[in-house]
DNA sequence: ATGACAATCAGAGATTGA
């Protein structure tokens, strides 16, 4: 069986220890983060070596930033998405997992995309555009995949507090869940959702209005599978403590296992 | 409508995030 972890660490040199503790405690043989902010020149390499994982990284100054680290043997697949050879933003690697039956994996960084009357919002819409023709051809391939990270996406109606409140903001708006479940509907499953029906479930607290001590988080963390991953997905379980940690991130790790 | 809070880069305060 082998352990999968995503986790937005906002800041991969402020999250070291938090990544120390994620080794000893859930012990994952590979590590999907996002939000490392840090150019590969400054990427903490000596340090994550140390615990054992090789390191794959797109790094950017200041923001964005994906990385993946494996103690299994992998291959860089591909480190952007395709359609649009202007966009600069680091957020997207993906790896072929050399364990004895060998996957895919993609980590990916999908654009918050507000305030929604700016050029964000088209960004990531395009964005997602891009992610569904990406995964149509993995779906098309027959290929084994598990696309998972930040999507900035709640979405369903138990993945927010009050989803009335996110119906005008790009993580719920009517234009970007209308292309998540153009992405679903083409055969991938919300992992997560295999193994846990309870609504509330969330990865991500905001920083600001006790929003943590009064549980108003939200689920827009997610491992999204082709059908024959999901067919190997035996587990997926989300490492809430991690937000209670003294200066976390403010999205916690979410992991699936893979037999 | 605003700002709460954290991080980056830079050495103050603007920018970004969700």
Redesign the pocket.
């Known amino acids: 069986m082998t352990k999968i972890v995503s986790w937005?660490v906002?800041?991969?040199?402020?999250?070291l220890p938090h990544l120390v503790q994620l080794k000893e405690t859930i012990d994952p043989d590979v590590i999907m983060l996002?939000?490392t902010?840090?150019?590969d020149e400054?990427f903490p390499f000596d340090d994550i070596k140390e615990m054992g994982f090789e390191i794959i990284t797109k790094g950017q100054?200041?923001?964005?930033g994906v990385a993946i680290l494996s103690k299994i043997p992998m291959e860089l697949i591909a480190n952007e998405l395709p359609g649009n050879a202007k966009d600069e933003?680091a957020r997207f690697i993906e790896v072929k997992i050399k364990d004895s039956d060998p996957f895919n994996i993609a980590t990916i960084?999908?654009?918050?995309?507000?305030?929604v009357d700016t050029e964000?919002f088209p960004y990531k819409l395009d964005w997602m555009q891009r992610l569904k023709d990406y995964a149509k051809k993995k779906i098309d391939n027959q290929e084994t995949v598990i696309f998972g990270g930040?999507y900035?996406i709640?979405p369903n109606r138990g993945d927010a507090v009050n989803i009335e409140k996110w119906k005008n903001?790009?993580?719920h708006h009517p234009d970007s869940i209308k292309i998540f479940r153009e992405i679903i509907n083409l055969g991938l499953t919300d992992v997560f959702r295999v193994f846990n029906s309870k609504e509330f479930e969330f990865t991500?607290w905001?920083?600001?209005?006790?929003s943590w001590e009064k549980d108003n988080g939200?689920r827009?963390d997610h491992f999204l599978s082709t059908p024959s991953a999901t067919d190997r997905i035996t587990d997926c379980q989300i490492e809430k403590q991690f937000r209670g940690l003294e200066?976390?991130?403010?999205?916690v790790p979410i992991w699936f296992e893979i037999k």
Request: charged share 25%; no cysteine.
């Open positions: 937005n906002n800041s991969i040199r402020v999250r996002q939000e902010k840090s150019t400054n100054k200041s923001y964005n933003q960084y999908l654009p918050n995309g507000n305030p964000k930040d900035n709640i903001d790009a993580l991500y905001d920083y600001s209005r006790g939200l827009i200066r976390p991130s403010d999205h």
